[in-house]
């Protein structure tokens, strides 16, 4: 279990405060990135590969695209000799320099070559893009707020209260389902304005 978090503005105690709150999600290792255009958090719980190497957020060999990833990618091996095959260079045993790896190579189609679970943000310095992902199966969370201005992103919404923008506010409709249900069918979740960014998506 690693935690992720980010938003597409500079303000780098905000994202300490939020990395600080997904500490237990990763106790080995953080590390931020910081531009005028975005901000990127990552508490790392070591896994695969456990020396420095493995830290995030990680870049690729030229240094233009990044990533803060939670999960495990269980064909990264095989995805790595075949991305190696087409001259790409590792620096780590890591699945996570897999997936940047593979976003290069077959861009937003990567994740359709991943067999595991996870939720990423890849952020590409030269367009100023963000693509976030996650698995199939929603296995790894990833929720987002998004007013059509500021987008925040992390792996437990908490995170995402930190933000002053970001209404506290509970999501009525939300709650009913619960209530009725026991799960939240959909996007929503019991905060408005804040959702989950679907499984597949």
Excluded at 16 to 36: A, Q
Excluded at 124 to 151: C, E, M, S, V
């Amino acid at each position: 279990m690693c935690g992720i978090c980010g938003f597409n503005w500079e303000d780098k105690e905000l994202l300490i405060e939020m990395t600080k709150i997904l500490n237990h999600r990763g106790p080995d290792k953080g590390g931020i990135y910081t531009d005028e255009k975005v901000s990127l958090g990552h508490r790392r719980l070591s896994i695969i590969d456990l020396s420095e190497d493995g830290n995030q957020p990680m870049y690729n060999e030229t240094g233009d695209l990044l990533i803060v990833y939670n999960g495990e990618i269980y064909n990264f091996k095989e995805l790595k000799t075949k991305l190696e095959l087409k001259g790409h260079h590792f620096s780590s045993n890591t699945d996570t320099e897999v997936i940047i790896h593979g976003y290069e190579e077959w861009g937003e189609e990567v994740v359709n070559r991943l067999n595991g679970m996870f939720s990423f943000c890849i952020y590409d310095l030269t367009k100023k893009t963000l693509f976030l992902a996650r698995d199939r199966l929603g296995i790894k969370p990833l929720y987002y707020h998004w007013d059509g201005n500021q987008l925040i992103f992390a792996s437990e919404i908490k995170a995402i209260l930190l933000a002053n923008d970001v209404p506290r506010e509970v999501n009525v409709s939300a709650a009913r389902n619960y209530l009725q249900l026991r799960y939240i069918p959909g996007e929503e979740t019991l905060f408005y304005g804040i959702k989950k960014l679907l499984p597949g998506h």
